[in-house]
């Protein structure tokens, strides 16, 4: 007999046509209150069985464009598709994507398992099939022993679960969660993200996962799309977005940097005191460099390394690592990241190599 979770991976191949490689297409998708343009003609594709990310501030679009998806709002225009099927204009009910909210919207009057079962009830599945299907997500998630507890008697990190599970048991082909996270303590949420992430590499759905949590973004996806006043500012794998930034917006969004801002003449870069040879045209540039990138002197510098002299503004003590700025010549602030307990002079020279300065794009100021 078929699992619940062979179940999820068969419908998502049968389904999936040849004409359109992707599970899910976003065209050109824009949507206005109003005056208020929230999102410009956003285009991304979902991959099949991908965890994707929409990371970005409030007020960036990310909720809207994630309820655009899910039927619950109506763009002004552009278009999406499920393989090749068109979704808009179709109601919410017909579209194979279930929502977990931010607010897990559990019934509390019923049980846990009244609560799973709730969407095939309302669909009038047969008895036997949605006291399999509910038995299965229950087990998924690790639910079983809480069953028939009602929703305030257990915890908020088990009521994420019961969310998921009501949503996997209807077997989307995409599950979207809108901040899902975000009610937990530190500590369990860190749990969750590792969970929900085995999760869903053991189901092979797709989620589309909306968050502004940077270091979350990083940990689970597979890819993040990271929106800024409605439209996208790269999208990329984690290691992708943090090495290879494509503007100044996402490298000081993700993570710490450093923006060197320079003037390349005849091959050379010259950011204030500091200079290397370079590749790039004739004309101002912009760099981002990682704080890690940066390490006091120690000895004979690297083979194409970047040395500067400078002395130590501030130590910032983040357990393993530490933060230090750095004033150097020239009047330019630095910040390298160092181990703890390292030991620095008031007065040193730093060095970084110049491959490590990656080339970024200056991001316009949006309204």
């Not at 507890?149 to 082909?173: C, D, E, T």
């Not at 992708?240 to 940097?257: C, L």
């Amino acid at each position: 007999m078929a699992t619940f979770k062979d179940s999820l991976r068969t419908q998502t191949a049968d389904s999936q046509g040849p004409a359109n490689p992707h599970l899910l297409s976003i065209r050109n998708v824009a949507k206005s209150f109003g005056r208020n343009q929230v999102l410009r003609n956003v285009s991304l594709d979902v991959a099949e069985g991908e965890f994707l990310t929409i990371l970005g501030e409030s007020g960036s679009g990310k909720t809207t464009l994630l309820r655009i998806i899910a039927g619950f709002e109506t763009a002004n225009s552009g278009e999406l598709w499920m393989g090749s099927e068109r979704l808009d204009g179709q109601p919410p009910y017909r579209r194979r994507v279930n929502t977990v909210f931010q607010h897990y919207a559990l019934f509390p009057h019923l049980t846990v398992e009244q609560n799973v079962a709730y969407g095939l009830r309302v669909a009038k599945r047969p008895e036997a099939e949605t006291r399999q299907r509910v038995a299965e997500a229950l087990a998924m998630v690790k639910m079983t022993a809480q069953a028939s507890a009602k929703p305030s008697r257990i915890s908020g990190g088990q009521q994420q679960r019961v969310a998921l599970a009501r949503a996997l048991v209807n077997r989307p082909r995409l599950l979207l969660l809108d901040e899902p996270l975000s009610a937990l303590d530190a500590n369990l949420r860190r749990q969750m993200q590792v969970e929900l992430k085995s999760l869903q590499r053991e189901v092979g759905t797709a989620f589309v996962f909306v968050t502004h949590d940077q270091e979350e973004a990083m940990v689970m996806s597979d890819r993040i799309a990271l929106l800024r006043s409605g439209e996208l500012e790269q999208v990329a794998t984690p290691r992708e977005i943090y090495s290879r930034p494509a503007t100044s917006y996402v490298a000081q969004f993700i993570g710490h940097t450093n923006l060197l801002k320079g003037e390349v003449q005849a091959g050379t870069v010259r950011c204030g005191a500091i200079s290397w040879r370079t590749e790039l045209p004739d004309g101002p540039a912009l760099f981002s460099l990682r704080p890690e990138h940066i390490r006091p002197v120690q000895g004979a510098s690297s083979p194409g390394a970047v040395r500067v002299r400078g002395h130590l503004l501030h130590q910032a003590f983040q357990g393993s690592t530490e933060l230090i700025r750095v004033a150097a010549d020239g009047g330019m602030v630095l910040t390298m990241r160092v181990a703890s307990g390292s030991s620095l002079a008031d007065h040193l020279e730093i060095e970084f190599s110049a491959a490590d300065a990656v080339a970024v794009r200056e991001s316009p100021e949006r309204i």
